[in-house]
């Protein structure tokens, strides 16, 4: 357990100025160039140590010695990668008692904040989070001017926050003062990502991947790039594209916590495409990497629920919630329990929604889309209508604008809502990502307001896009379709089957 931590102070807010250059590249990055750079770059570094290897005496010709956690830790909040919580304990403890000892040390306090943030994250603790900015800010006071490692660790904890605007603020000072460091581009990719900026976020990847290659960079910096370029291909909607810059990164990955963090990413793709079988796959070698990874179980929870293996995902939900009680796990799992007929189970997991939003809220995390989602399915619609248009004033992205439009025909509002369901699923404004839910909603709304054919259209699309999307609204789709006279052979789901086997019952 850590300790209880060291005093710091406020510091400046460089990063409140203009938007730096984000990128000058033209047009989008395709993963051959990447994979090409990354390629490359291993070339580098293996010529670097055959060099060295070959001037080296022979009885120097021996492997380094493997780093210690608090090495281990170190390099990975530093790049802003995954780390392992037994690491990230070392980590913490080590800064804390360095910096009693020796409190003007601005890189340490940025090292720790960052850890801290990692924390946080990695165990829904949002504690951790004013901690983290205390830190930070402690550094960024010793030194205000440059200081690229405590501003990323600020863009890093708005991104955890859901404070997108100030990621964005925070992600443009680091690469204003650290151009060519690559550790600087990722945070400020999410921050674009979240404000459904996809433009500003591709032009960052491509400044991203024009860096200059250096063998000494490493396999960090190759599986962050590749990630990054995943998720903007998943936004513009190249799905085969972004399933392979996941896969490289995962095979890249130079740690098993990152290797799982991508092999997720594999997963989670595999399910918004409707390949349950793959996504579980994904998920489970993600859980050999890292055993604890609660996105894994997460989302083996979404594929046993594909597949048919109910008892399954039950038990992977709650293993889930377990070590990483986020908002967003007790609203499935609630969904789940509710489309089996257990109203009480779904209940409890529904109040947890709410109390965990208000402890997520103490500690400065906005998670207002998932509780406006809640609300608009399972509470009160105007309110969640109220919440959703505060969230689209601070971050217009097409998840925002796909649960605003839900709220709003949940809420008997639905030439407004057309408007926003548009926009959730317009391959230009919306970024391009294909995702059931959101066509489900659109065929939803069109369908209310007397527009059949495009609500058809739609309906269909998201049984096209995911047969599985959601154990409550699925066999709704269905119904709907049947009541518009659509004939059975046109939106029959395609069949999914377990070839994994297992639990196929309740």
Same mark, same amino acid.
């Given at each position: ?45 293996? /010529? ?87 830190? /930070? ?125 991508? /092999? ?66 007790? /609203? ?175």
């Amino acid at each position: 357990m850590e300790s209880g931590g060291v005093e710091c102070g406020p510091g400046k807010d460089p990063a409140a100025g203009t938007r730096t250059g984000a990128g000058t590249g033209s047009g989008s990055v395709r993963r051959d160039v990447l994979v090409r750079r990354a390629v490359a770059g291993a070339v580098v570094g293996c /010529l670097a140590l055959g060099g060295a290897l070959v001037v080296m005496p022979d009885g120097d010709r021996r492997p380094p010695a493997a780093p210690g956690p608090v090495a281990r830790a170190a390099t990975a909040v530093g790049t802003g990668a995954p780390a392992s919580l037994p690491d990230l304990g070392a980590l913490i403890r080590d800064r804390e008692a360095h910096l009693r000892a020796h409190p003007g040390d601005v890189r340490s306090w940025a090292e720790l904040g960052a850890a801290y943030v990692e924390r946080g994250g990695r165990t829904a603790e949002p504690r951790y989070y004013p901690k983290a900015e205390a830190a /930070l800010r402690t550094s960024i006071e010793g030194r205000p001017e440059g200081n690229t490692e405590a501003f990323r660790g600020m863009a890093a904890l708005a991104d955890a926050r859901h404070d997108f605007r100030a990621a964005r603020r925070w992600g443009e000072a680091a690469v204003a003062a650290s151009p060519e460091r690559w550790t600087a581009y990722p945070a400020l990719i999410d921050a674009y990502r979240g404000l459904g900026d996809h433009k500003a976020a591709r032009k960052a990847l491509d400044t991203f991947v024009a860096l200059p290659p250096a063998g000494s960079a490493g396999p960090a910096a190759r599986a962050r790039m590749l990630t990054a370029a995943g998720l903007v291909y998943r936004d513009r909607g190249w799905r085969e594209d972004s399933a392979a810059a996941f896969s490289d990164a995962a095979a890249l990955a130079p740690t098993p916590a990152e290797r799982a963090a991508c /092999l997720v990413r594999v997963g989670e793709l595999a399910w918004e495409r409707g390949e349950p079988v793959e996504s579980l796959r994904a998920h489970e070698a993600a859980l050999r990497a890292e055993p604890g990874e609660h996105a894994a179980q997460a989302g083996r929870g979404r594929a046993l629920v594909a597949l048919g293996r109910h008892s399954e995902a039950l038990r992977a939900y709650r293993s889930a919630l377990a070590t990483r009680p986020l908002p967003q796990y007790a /609203l499935e799992l609630g969904e789940l329990y509710e489309s089996l007929g257990v109203g009480g189970a779904a209940r409890v997991q529904y109040d947890l929604v709410r109390a965990r939003v208000r402890e997520g809220g103490a500690g400065g995390v906005n998670d207002e889309l998932v509780l406006g989602v809640f609300e608009a399915d399972h509470g009160d619609a105007g309110a969640a209508v109220r919440r959703l248009r505060a969230e689209w004033a601070r971050h217009p992205s097409a998840a925002v604008a796909d649960a605003l439009g839900w709220a709003l025909h949940r809420a008997g509002k639905d030439k407004e809502a057309l408007g926003f369901a548009t926009r959730a699923t317009d391959r230009e404004r919306g970024g391009g990502a294909r995702v059931a839910l959101y066509a489900y909603h659109r065929g939803t709304v069109e369908r209310a307001l007397g527009m059949d054919w495009a609500g058809r259209r739609h309906l269909e699309e998201a049984l096209r896009i995911n047969p599985a999307f959601s154990p409550l609204l699925v066999p709704v789709a269905l119904r709907a379709l049947e009541e518009l006279g659509e004939p059975a052979g046109a939106w029959r789901q395609r069949p999914v089957r377990d070839t994994a086997g297992g639990d196929s019952g309740r």
